[in-house]
């Protein structure tokens, strides 16, 4: 079967997370002469398969990473979100763009293959829109205690901008969640004097916290920017000064930032207030050398199908490709144009799609 036929019947389940909705034994029966694990944790359902194309444990291991669950459709959709419908070249369906088209490639290369000088294998799951707690992590887990963890993996999530090319990514930023307190005195607006308003404390503070780049960036990163997301105090009167002050903020962190960075920027500006600060890092950067085997192989094979050169970043949100990152597998990240994921009326070119299928397969024999 080709990518497109695939993806088709893969819309057609209504995985929405945590449920593959029966997508994992579509997939087993598409490539059956693959070994098949059942990782299941919590609720979450997750799938490994692999093949051994040289005696079991000599050659290279390369995966292909990708998840099956998808977010609710939502109102406003012009057809069944989950019907695959295709109209003057294009795809529409949940999850045509995040990520079933790149799964759906991926599968149509990896089946086709007959020969590949180690171990190829897929990790799927059905819990990256979610907590993503008990997906693709545990897989991982798994394997590390197996000794198996792949050398290099391929993750199909949609990555171009503008055209199809455009765009593979070697890295992902980091995100660094903050919650600051400060503490002062309620009172009678009539009365500041007798009273501590910390609103008035973090105003001439706010400028040198708010937007702030706390690193140049590189090359691959932007800087790491800290994003003020929300600021409450008071209660909503106007004759009572304000008794604390809840400020919100995320940082994107590039490699050159961590979470111990920002805790100590933080605190220095906020020297002299009663404060408390509260991080938690819930994704960090990564970032694989531009210079290896599997970034040169997908460059490579994205210039010999599309004609042009692809440029290698770091933009965007967070994906599993964090997870292996962490594991030091070299990852990188390539599939469709980005620019209807999560929307009602989903779509994917269906030229796109064929050209994924024959990027991965050009990728493939370049091993």
Request: hydrophobic share 35%.
């Given at each position: 079967m080709n990518a497109l036929a695939i993806l088709k019947d893969l819309i057609r389940f209504p995985s929405i997370t945590p449920d593959e909705a029966g997508s994992f034994d579509y997939i087993q029966n598409l490539l059956h002469d693959f070994h098949a694990v059942r990782i299941d944790v919590e609720g979450v359902k997750n799938l490994y398969l692999y093949k051994d194309f040289l005696p079991s444990g000599e050659g290279t291991h390369l995966s292909f990473a990708g998840h099956l669950d998808v977010v609710p459709p939502g109102e406003g959709w012009a057809s069944d979100p989950f019907e695959a419908v295709e109209k003057e070249g294009w795809l529409y369906g949940r999850g045509t763009q995040d990520m079933k088209s790149g799964v759906a490639a991926f599968l149509a290369a990896v089946a086709s293959q007959d020969a590949f000088p180690g171990r190829i294998s897929l990790i799927l799951t059905s819990d990256e829109e979610g907590?993503?707690?008990?997906?693709?992590?545990?897989?991982?887990?798994?394997?590390?205690?197996?000794?198996?963890?792949?050398?290099?993996?391929?993750?199909?999530?949609?990555?171009?901008?503008?055209?199809?090319?455009?765009?593979?990514?070697?890295?992902?930023?980091?995100?660094?969640?903050?919650?600051?307190?400060?503490?002062?005195?309620?009172?009678?607006?009539?009365?500041?004097?007798?009273?501590?308003?910390?609103?008035?404390?973090?105003?001439?503070?706010?400028?040198?916290?708010?937007?702030?780049?706390?690193?140049?960036?590189?090359?691959?990163?932007?800087?790491?920017?800290?994003?003020?997301?929300?600021?409450?105090?008071?209660?909503e009167v106007t004759n009572v000064t304000p008794g604390k002050l809840k400020i919100m903020f995320n940082v994107r962190n590039s490699t050159k930032t961590t979470k111990e960075d920002v805790e100590r920027y933080v605190s220095e500006q906020l020297r002299g207030l009663d404060f408390t600060l509260t991080l938690a890092q819930s994704a960090k950067p990564f970032r694989t050398n531009a210079d290896s085997s599997v970034v040169r192989n997908m460059a490579e094979a994205i210039a010999a199908v599309t004609g042009s050169e692809t440029t290698l970043g770091t933009a965007g949100g967070t994906s599993d490709a964090r997870f292996l990152g962490e594991y030091g597998v070299e990852t990188v990240e390539f599939g469709v144009v980005n620019d209807t994921i999560h929307a009602p009326n989903e779509r994917t070119e269906v030229a796109q799609v064929e050209m994924l299928e024959k990027v991965f397969k050009e990728f493939l024999r370049r091993f």
């Open positions: 907590d993503a707690k008990y997906g693709t992590v545990e897989v991982l887990k798994y394997l590390k205690e197996k000794n198996e963890l792949p050398a290099c993996c391929v993750v199909a999530e949609p990555t171009c901008d503008k055209r199809f090319g455009d765009m593979v990514k070697v890295g992902r930023r980091g995100s660094i969640n903050g919650v600051i307190e400060i503490k002062g005195r309620q009172g009678h607006a009539a009365y500041p004097e007798k009273s501590v308003n910390p609103v008035h404390q973090i105003a001439p503070v706010l400028s040198k916290i708010a937007g702030i780049d706390l690193d140049a960036g590189d090359e691959f990163f932007a800087p790491s920017k800290l994003v003020i997301t929300d600021i409450r105090g008071g209660m």
